[in-house]
């Protein structure tokens, strides 16, 4: 037994309050408000340190699974540490010379009297801690995956959860929009659409964060049938002397069925959210990482003919489902809607505007976590007037930079970029274990991280926690399978 997997029993226990925490995660509108993402935050916390003391004293490296991710894991460090920075009072004279746009809003909002003498990077410290909090919150679970996911077992557990969330609030979207919403218990949160006939929305209140979530879990499903169908071909008592015909029964008959269907269920899901970014995007990213896959094995011409006859399959299937969904009408409310507004960025144009204009005021060091909302009042455009979706840059990138400045933004960039390196790099592996996972979580990083240049996906703490859960995974495989027996 290998030093990843000796801790294995020890934490199973951790394990599954992890599993069961990332299942129900998404059911509270996706912790939309502070206090409904509060106890998940919380309870990340609780089982890392906990996994901290149980483990401390191990002889047996039970923190091995953080040392091939040990930069980004201190760069993150870092961008928390600077996070915290920004809620710490400093003295005026120094403000003026780091952060002065600070100080004239601060004259703004009449914060500023006689006898204060010091103010924070910040525009709004308390906002900015609670965000670094939450923050903090998305680490802990990415460092909690790292160390937990140490068996092939374990990663097909998580996967199997992650997609099975998703698919059970697919099925309770998709029933509502046929109803109208007669079966719902979740309604969104005001100023958000609560009209099911308008757009489906799952348990979430903003369809659009609805949407980046089903195009990050769907491919899972592709994921888990080709694990699956891996596993089946190496068993050569399953092919030898089988026709055709029993070939599909036998499909008919297995988990995949259920995969196949559930997927079904979730792209109806998708289409019914009307989100032209998210469908567009979703079939975007399944392009992307057809095309790595095929780059990362250039010149293996078996292996590349192999990987391009099976992309070739999901596409194919992908189109018949699009096209029976077609037939149905499930398309009809995501087909009127870019029939009358087709690509058009509905105001994000002039919300970039807005992030640029608050970027050109605090370029070095940001307005402060999470306080977007609060200062975009003062830079907006008077034409998008007071509504919920102009509170929002509509560009993740773009917001984050607004808050952190430079230095928070390129400090959280480069993580970001040495993560999703390392899923394109790890597509590169030759063996047939897992590699269907890897491409999977490749092909979700890839869906919400483009999304995120239209719509603010990552400041919903499911997208978020679901994002750094799909890249423990992505990084985790390759070493599963280098070290783990099969």
């Not at 914060?111 to 906002?127: F, M, Q, R, W």
């Not at 965000?131 to 995956?145: N, P, Q, R």
């Not at 030898?240 to 070939?247: L, V």
Request: proline content about 4%; glycine content about 6%; aromatic content about 12%.
């Amino acid at each position: 037994m290998n030093s990843l997997e000796q801790p294995a029993k020890k934490n199973n226990s951790l394990f599954v309050v992890l599993l069961l925490l990332v299942y129900l995660l998404p059911w509270p509108h996706g912790g939309e408000r502070l206090w409904q993402y509060l106890f998940f935050a919380m309870s990340f916390f609780i089982l890392l340190a906990v996994y901290c003391l149980k483990n401390s004293y191990s002889p047996q490296r039970p923190f091995a699974g953080l040392r091939p991710v040990k930069t980004p894991l201190l760069l993150l460090s870092a961008w928390l540490v600077y996070g915290l920075l920004q809620s710490l009072p400093l003295p005026l004279v120094l403000l003026e010379l780091l952060n002065p746009a600070v100080l004239k809003n601060a004259v703004y909002l009449n914060e500023l009297n006689a006898d204060k003498t010091t103010h924070t990077l910040s525009i709004a410290p308390g906002v900015s801690l609670a965000e670094t909090l939450k923050h903090a919150s998305y680490v802990a679970v990415f460092i909690l995956s790292l160390l937990l996911l140490n068996t092939r077992q374990r990663i097909l557990q998580l996967l199997n959860v992650l997609f099975a969330s998703s698919a059970i609030i697919a099925l309770y979207s998709v029933i509502n929009v046929a109803t109208k919403g007669a079966y719902s218990f979740i309604e969104s949160i005001p100023p958000w659409t609560t009209d099911w006939s308008m757009a489906g929305h799952g348990s979430f209140s903003y369809q659009n964060h609805y949407a980046s979530f089903l195009t990050m879990t769907i491919p899972l499903g592709f994921a888990l049938m080709y694990e699956n169908i891996q596993r089946s071909n190496k068993s050569l008592n399953n092919n030898i002397g089988r026709t055709k015909q029993q070939h599909l029964l036998n499909f008919v008959l297995s988990i995949n069925a259920v995969y196949l269907v559930a997927m079904l269920i979730m792209i109806s899901a998708l289409i019914t959210t009307s989100s032209r970014g998210g469908n567009s995007i979703f079939i975007v990213s399944v392009l992307l990482s057809a095309l790595a896959v095929l780059y990362q094995q250039r010149g293996k011409k078996q292996q590349r003919l192999s990987r391009l006859k099976k992309s070739a399959y999901t596409f194919t299937a992908l189109s018949i489902m699009l096209l029976a969904l077609f037939l149905t009408g499930i398309t009809d409310s995501l087909t009127n809607r870019l029939a009358k507004q087709g690509f058009t960025p509905n105001g994000r144009d002039v919300m970039h505007y807005t992030a640029v204009a608050i970027i050109k005021d605090y370029p070095l060091f940001g307005s402060g976590a999470g306080t977007y909302p609060i200062v975009q009042h003062q830079y907006k455009s008077p034409k998008l007037g007071n509504t919920a979706m102009s509170k929002r840059a509509h560009n993740d990138y773009l917001e984050l930079l607004a808050n952190q400045g430079i230095i928070g933004f390129t400090v959280f960039a480069v993580v970001i970029l040495m993560l999703y390196s390392r899923l394109f790099m790890n597509l590169k592996m030759q063996a047939n274990a897992l590699y269907g996972i890897q491409v999977g979580c490749f092909c979700s990083s890839t869906a919400i991280l483009l999304h995120s240049l239209v719509d603010f996906n990552f400041h919903l703490p499911v997208n978020t926690v679901y994002f750094f859960l799909i890249l423990a995974i992505g990084i985790n495989v390759k070493h599963v399978n280098q070290k783990s027996p099969r």
